[in-house]
C-alpha cells in the first residue's frame, strides 16, 4: 500500500475563537485511520476520554472503537457538534458512545462524569486525560492570573480530578493514559504556562505509575509535537496558524490519526503489559526531545 500523503503547509491561515471546532478547520484534521484494521485487542472494554469530541480525542475514540471497546467521551457544551460527528464515527464501527458535557477544570463535574459513564457501562477499563487549553503569548507579563489558573486548572488539574474519580472503580489490569507534550520535554519560548502544565504531566505520569505499580494498573503517556487539531488555530495569529509544523524534520504536522496508534498500544495488554511510566514522543521526526 502506499504511503498516504498528509496535508502540508503552508496552510490558509485562519483562527477561531475558544474552544475549537475540528469542523471549522481548514483543511479538517485527518482522524478516521482509514488504513488501519482493529484485531480486536481492546475486545470488551470502556474507556473514557477527555477531550474526546476532536482532534486527537476524536481519533483515539475512533480506533478504540474499531478494536472494540465503549467510549465515553468528555467536552465542553461548545463543542456539541464535534462530539456529535465523533458519536457517529463511533458507532460506525459498531461500539457505544455516550457523551458526558462538562468542565474538567471543576472537580465535583470530574465526579459526576465517572459516576455517569459507569451508570452506562458499569465498567472503566482505560481513562485517556486528554483535555487542553493553550494560549500564546510573546512575553511572561502577557500571561494574567486568571489564564495562568485557567491552563493549570484544565491540563493538570483536570487529569488529577478525573484520575481520582477514575480509580475508586479501575481494577487490576486496567490503564491511564495521559496526553503531554513535546513543550513539556523541551519547554516553549511562547507557551510559558501550557509548556510547564505539559511538564507536569510527565511527573504526574511517572509517579502515578509508580503508585498504583502494586494495584497492577499501568500509567503512561503520549507526548506529541506539532499536531494538526484546533488547539492551533484558537491559540496563536492566524498566519502562524498556516504555517504550523512546518518546522518540523517531515515538513508538516501530524494528523490526529498518526497518534492515535500510540493511545492503541498503551491500552493493549498484548502491546505493552511490561511498560508503565513511560512517555512516548510523536514528534514527526525529532530526535533530541527529553
Known amino acids: 500500500m502506499a504511503t498516504k500523503t498528509r496535508p502540508t503547509p503552508p496552510f490558509e491561515p ?25 484485531s480486536g485487542k481492546l475486545s470488551g472494554k470502556a474507556a473514557l476520554i ?19 471497546a465503549d467510549v465515553g467521551i468528555i467536552y465542553l457544551p461548545a463543542e456539541q457538534s464535534d462530539a456529535e460527528t465523533t458519536k457517529k464515527a463511533v458507532e460506525k464501527e459498531g461500539r457505544k458512545a455516550l457523551l458526558i458535557p462538562g468542565d474538567v477544570t471543576d472537580s465535583k463535574f470530574c465526579d459526576h462524569a ?12 482505560i481513562l485517556v486525560n486528554n483535555a487542553a487549553y493553550q494560549q500564546t503569548h510573546e512575553t511572561i507579563d502577557e500571561i494574567t492570573d486568571e489564564e ?6 484544565t491540563n493538570i488539574f ?17 490503564c491511564i493514559i495521559n496526553t503531554g507534550s513535546i513543550t513539556g ?10 509548556a510547564s502544565t505539559k511538564g507536569a504531566i510527565h511527573a504526574f505520569t511517572k509517579s502515578l505509575a509508580q503508585n498504583l505499580t502494586e494495584r ?9 509535537g506539532p499536531i494538526w487539531t484546533p488547539l492551533q488555530p484558537v491559540s496563536k495569529p492566524a498566519e502562524k496558524t498556516a504555517e504550523h509544523g512546518q518546522k518540523s524534520p517531515m515538513g508538516r504536522p501530524g494528523q490526529p490519526d498518526e497518534v492515535s496508534p500510540a ?14 511510566g513511560e512517555v512516548l514522543g510523536i514528534l514527526g521526526g525529532q530526535t533530541k526531545a527529553g
Open 14 to 38: 485562519q483562527a477561531q475563537q475558544k474552544p475549537g471546532l475540528d469542523s471549522k478547520m481548514k483543511p479538517k484534521p485527518e482522524y478516521e485511520a482509514k488504513g488501519y484494521h482493529g
Open 50 to 68: 477527555s477531550g474526546g469530541d476532536s482532534g486527537i480525542g476524536r481519533a483515539v475514540a475512533v480506533l478504540y472503537a474499531r478494536e472494540g
Open 114 to 125: 465517572v459516576e455517569t459513564f459507569m451508570k452506562e457501562f458499569a465498567k472503566l477499563d
Open 148 to 153: 495562568w489558573e485557567t491552563t493549570f486548572r
Open 158 to 174: 483536570g487529569y488529577f480530578y478525573l484520575a481520582r474519580a477514575a480509580l475508586a472503580h479501575m481494577k487490576e489490569g486496567s
Open 185 to 194: 520535554l523541551e519547554g516553549s519560548k511562547n507557551l510559558l504556562d501550557y
Open 216 to 224: 497492577k494498573i499501568r500509567v503512561n503517556c503520549v507526548a506529541p
Open 263 to 276: 493511545f492503541v498500544f498503551f491500552a493493549s495488554d498484548v502491546d505493552s503489559a511490561y511498560i508503565s
